[in-house]
């Protein structure tokens, strides 16, 4: 039998494959939480990656537990040009519009209200926080939801991440629920999201907001989450001398998204 020959050179190739082998062989697979932080954070940049896309919106504002007004419409995002849209109705008679440039968030009755109406969300945070659009009407926004599902780019900001079996008229579902630390994700923010951030996580219950998001076929299917609505100036502080009235209940609005991928919305216009 002719003996088995290897140059020095070759053991060492033969032995460091060997090694690399092992350790890969050995090296912990991805825990639990992580597979839910990789699979939403892939969602959420296929998504995100996409021209424009559009969803059904809805908002529900309770205090405490009592729903108190409900919108019905729809949001559209341009991710590449920083624009979005919330279209809605409420209590199916009001309607109400508000698109966001960049930091420039518009608001009105109608699209041709918008014109004029344009306010610089980073100047007005940096004078009065709770001051701005987005503080005091949550979820009009349309970037809020998208914002907040960001966090899956910075594990730090998470204090949970989990699947839960859910169920309605439609069957079972996995929905993957992202605990935030809002003040963290504040943290990794730019401009006017850094401060809305910022705000919302000295409110009450607004420390960690959950974010429940649903995925099909490596997209976001739904988006849903409970955010805080800050108490108006004329209550945050009452004067001296002013009789003592009952504390109101804190308002929250629950702000559901169910994402569309069927055909590209129109472009966003800017108002003039």
Excluded at 151 to 173: F, I, K, R
Aim: charged share 15%; net charge positive.
């Amino acid at each position: 039998m002719t003996p088995l020959r290897i140059a020095a050179g070759g053991l060492a190739s033969v032995l460091v494959a060997a090694l690399a082998t092992g350790c890969a062989n050995t090296a912990a697979p991805p825990s639990a939480r992580q597979q839910v932080i990789d699979r939403v954070h892939h969602a959420y940049e296929r998504t995100t990656a996409l021209p424009a896309v559009s969803a059904a919106l809805t908002e529900t504002v309770a205090s405490g537990t009592s729903a108190v007004a409900q919108g019905k419409g729809t949001a559209v995002w341009e991710f590449p040009h920083r624009r979005g849209e919330t279209r809605m109705t409420v209590n199916g008679q009001t309607p109400v519009v508000a698109l966001r440039v960049e930091d420039t968030f518009y608001e009105g009755r109608t699209r041709k209200a918008l014109a004029g109406t344009g306010r610089d969300l980073a100047r007005t945070g940096a004078r009065n926080p709770t001051a701005m659009p987005q503080i005091q009407a949550p979820g009009l926004d349309p970037f809020q939801l998208t914002t907040l599902l960001g966090a899956t780019s910075w594990p730090d900001t998470l204090e949970t991440a989990q699947p839960v079996v859910t169920s309605d008229d439609s069957g079972q579902h996995t929905e993957y629920q992202i605990g935030i630390r809002t003040a963290r994700l504040a943290t990794h923010a730019k401009g006017a999201d850094r401060t809305w951030l910022t705000a919302m996580s000295r409110q009450p219950g607004g420390a960690v907001v959950t974010v429940a998001a649903r995925l099909s076929h490596g997209r976001i299917s739904t988006l849903s989450a409970q955010l805080p609505i800050p108490k108006p100036h004329s209550l945050a502080k009452e004067p001296k001398g002013a009789s003592i009235a009952p504390t109101p209940r804190p308002m929250t609005v629950l702000v559901s998204a169910e994402f569309s991928y069927v055909k590209k919305p129109q472009p966003l216009a800017i108002p003039s």
